[in-house]
């Protein structure tokens, strides 16, 4: 939705050259929002971080939400500014959401989520987990794309939704909240033998970060290994000596 900020406030009534301007903060905004996530992430857990981000987000959604209509009526109206008379103040305060929300965003959802994808998948099975992860996000946002300027756009050329389409996406936040409550576990601090290891003793996501780890196992199969290795370099060493005196008794 962010993506057409402008089109967005103008449909909830802002003016051309105001929306722009609130356009354009929202984008010199993200490059704080993003060194801001620097600081964040050493204090606080992914897990945690990707949680309060999609609350935060799904709390601004509800107070975002308004109609089209111009009615002073209570009961068409949606959202919690959408029971303010409408002013230029409550333009601004909606300009203003969308910053936070954009802001929110950018500092912990959107750079996390690259972060938890490559440390998530098994070792082995990384570069295909993550291209298929990025091939479904490619699936699934293309006719997205295609539907949010008809959510947006007043009709006959688009389906009238302005901002009440916030109503959909809060529908997708709520999902998501609940999928990463229940599916998301904390990577942060792990390395990623140690999330091999919490995966396949199938531990709760919820749980992760309360789990001590002992590597005693891990330490064995590196003795064996080098073991291992050993053995076969004194069967190599063997079988130098072994040929050195075949070619002296030939």
């Known amino acids: 939705m962010l993506g057409l900020g402008v089109v967005l406030l103008q449909t909830a009534g802002m003016s051309a050259v105001l929306a722009y301007d609130i356009n354009t903060v929202i984008n010199a905004t993200n490059i704080l929002a993003v060194a801001f996530g620097w600081l964040l992430l050493p204090h606080f857990g992914r897990r945690s971080l990707f949680l309060t981000g999609l609350i935060s987000l ?8 308004r109609p089209l209509s111009s009615c002073s009526c209570r009961a068409n109206k949606q959202g919690i500014l959408a029971f303010v008379k409408q002013s230029p103040a409550n333009l601004y305060a909606q300009g203003a959401m969308l910053v936070v929300q954009s802001f929110w965003f950018q500092a912990n959802i ?17 570069p295909q987990a993550i291209a298929m992860g990025r091939a479904f996000y490619v699936v699934t946002t293309v006719p997205l794309n295609q539907l949010l300027p008809y959510m947006l ?16 996406w809060l529908g997708c936040n709520i999902l998501s909240t609940l999928w990463v409550y229940f599916r998301l576990p904390e990577t942060g601090g792990f390395s990623f033998a140690e999330l091999d ?11 992760f970060k309360h789990v001590t780890i002992h590597d005693e196992l891990a330490e064995a199969e590196t003795k064996a290994e080098i073991a291992n290795v050993s053995n076969e370099k004194t069967d190599n060493e063997k079988d130098v000596v072994q040929a050195e005196v075949y070619q002296l008794n030939a």
């Open 197 to 207: 290891i919490l995966f396949s003793n199938k531990v709760s996501a919820r749980k």
């Open 110 to 126: 959107n750079p996390l989520s690259y972060a938890i994808a490559g440390e998530i998948p098994a070792t082995h099975l990384r």
């Open 58 to 65: 799904g709390g601004t959604l509800v107070v975002l939400v």
């Open 153 to 168: 756009n007043q009709k006959p050329a688009g389906w009238g939704w302005g901002t009440k389409s916030a109503w959909f």
